[in-house]
């Protein structure tokens, strides 16, 4: 299992000389805080862990000065140029899986309780499938699941309320494989599967179900958007 964890958007690099995951929340450093919280964190070695970051001397003395503290062994991605979107920057962090590896790519902006996580489920997802943890909104600001009354997975949108389905921002992808034919057909469908012409994680659900694999979801509790809680 590998954690992408993509922190190259344009809005990172904050006023007055510092970057977005060293603002405070809970009385800690954000980026710390959420990861260290993830119910998955001590059954992933810190070598297993990606960040990717736009190349600037603030992000390259964030990571060499905290990151590798909190995850000694953990690898960076340092990109030249801003990506159309989160989905094609985490397609970098693909650089250090191998090909059965199962991909977490958490966005590691929201804060919640995993109380239904039980690490052999969550850790052997089968290698076409896709899941995504969720909660309960109809905010525009946040990405979407809809599932039948069947519970199968119909779509997803990106900021759009298609149902009370919202993303908490971290999704689970079988393979590296699964992630990869997914982007394929949001880049090959672009109209249905970007907002403000960006590539978002959320709608590579999409192709997973385009290419026969199954999406499930799973609910999270105790929910605080660190994007808006944090000082």
């Not at 990151?67 to 953990?74: A, I």
């Not at 943890?133 to 997803?156: A, C, E």
């Not at 919202?166 to 970007?194: D, K, V, W």
């Amino acid at each position: 299992m590998k954690v992408i964890v993509p922190l190259a958007g344009p809005d990172f690099i904050q006023k007055g000389g510092i970057v977005k995951s060293e603002l405070l929340y809970s009385g800690e450093e954000i980026l710390h805080h959420i990861l260290k919280k993830r119910s998955w964190y001590k059954d992933i070695p810190s070598e297993n862990y990606i960040f990717i970051f736009i190349d600037d001397l603030l992000t390259r003395k964030f990571f060499n000065s905290k990151v590798t503290n909190w995850f000694p062994s953990s690898k960076a991605i340092f990109l030249s140029e801003y990506t159309k979107g989160a989905a094609l920057t985490a397609l970098s962090g693909l650089l250090y899986c191998d090909e059965d590896d199962q991909i977490i790519v958490d966005l590691a902006d929201i804060d919640y309780d995993f109380f239904d996580y039980d690490s052999k489920t969550f850790l052997n997802l089968k290698q076409n499938d896709a899941l995504g943890l969720i909660f309960h909104s109809t905010n525009p600001v946040y990405s979407y699941l809809l599932f039948d009354k069947n519970g199968n997975f119909v779509k997803s949108a990106e900021k759009k309320v298609i149902s009370k389905n919202a993303s908490a921002g971290t999704y689970i992808f079988g393979s590296l494989n699964c992630y990869l034919t997914a982007l394929i057909y949001s880049i090959s469908n672009p109209e249905a599967n970007t907002y403000n012409n960006l590539f978002y994680i959320c709608p590579l659900f999409n192709g997973i179900k385009e290419n026969n694999g199954k999406v499930y979801a799973i609910s999270v509790d105790n929910v605080v958007d660190v994007k808006v809680n944090s000082k």
